[in-house]
């Protein structure tokens, strides 16, 4: 069945630090990828989105890269600061549903 | 806007009890989303509906969860009779299918505790 995979679980890095989360979707027919940031006690939120026609986007101290022959997408943040603590979810999406990784948890130390 | 707005936000029951979820989605979205969050087993997606139907119950552990879309405005999710390992984070999320992507805004959860 369709599934996301996502790593690692956990990450840990020094503020200001670049910190990169990766994934990989089973089901080709994926055009959209969401990314979304959890707070703890809070709901998911999409911090950033890359469709299927895209390789690469930007915002401000996050990118997101997709390699849709090897059904990979990554995101990446850069000069990390201690707010961006949080789990981060990949997702991929097309249709109705999205489908879910299993979350990253970052840590960033000051 | 006010966002998904979810009912009640912190729920105390014990077991046996039936519990009954609440989620009102976004004005003019057409898909709703039930997911449960746990430390376990992460965020899993129990159902989902378009323009009021469901279209995939696979997610719903057993015959003790249904799921109901009345209205485009109003969802519940039912749990008769309630367990402890029912108790986690309970979101409901809304998207508007059609536009070339399925951007799905969460609300702000029901937190269950079952005793």
């Known amino acids: 069945g369709e599934n996301v995979e996502q790593h690692p679980s956990t990450l840990s890095v020094q503020e200001g630090d670049s910190a990169v989360i990766k994934c990989t979707y089973s089901d080709s027919a994926s055009n959209y990828f969401p990314w979304y940031k959890q707070e703890l006690g809070k709901r998911p939120q999409l911090i950033i989105d890359i469709r299927s026609n895209v390789g690469e986007k930007k915002d401000q101290r996050i990118a997101v890269t997709l390699n849709k022959t090897a059904k990979h997408f990554s995101l990446h943040i850069t000069e990390t600061q201690p707010e961006d603590s949080a789990v981060y979810f990949c997702a991929a999406g097309g249709g109705f549903k999205t489908i879910f990784g299993a979350g990253t948890r970052l840590f960033v130390k000051a | 806007d006010a966002g998904v707005i979810q009912s009640p936000r912190h729920e105390v029951t014990e077991m046996g009890q039936e519990v009954t979820l609440r989620c009102k989605p976004i004005?003019?979205?057409?898909?709703l989303f039930w997911y449960r969050q746990t430390m376990m087993r992460g965020l899993e997606l129990l159902i989902y509906?378009?323009?009021?139907?469901?279209?995939?119950d696979s997610g719903m552990p057993e015959d003790r969860f249904s799921a109901k879309m009345p209205n485009a405005s109003f969802s519940t999710l039912k749990i008769q009779p309630s367990e402890p390992r029912d108790s986690a984070v309970y979101f409901c999320?809304?998207?508007?299918?059609?536009?070339?992507?399925?951007?799905?805004?969460f609300g702000p959860g029901t937190r269950l505790t079952v005793l």
């Open positions: 999320a809304s998207s508007l299918v059609g536009q070339g992507g399925v951007v799905e805004y």
């Open positions: 004005s003019g979205h057409n898909s």
């Open positions: 509906f378009n323009n009021n139907v469901p279209i995939d």
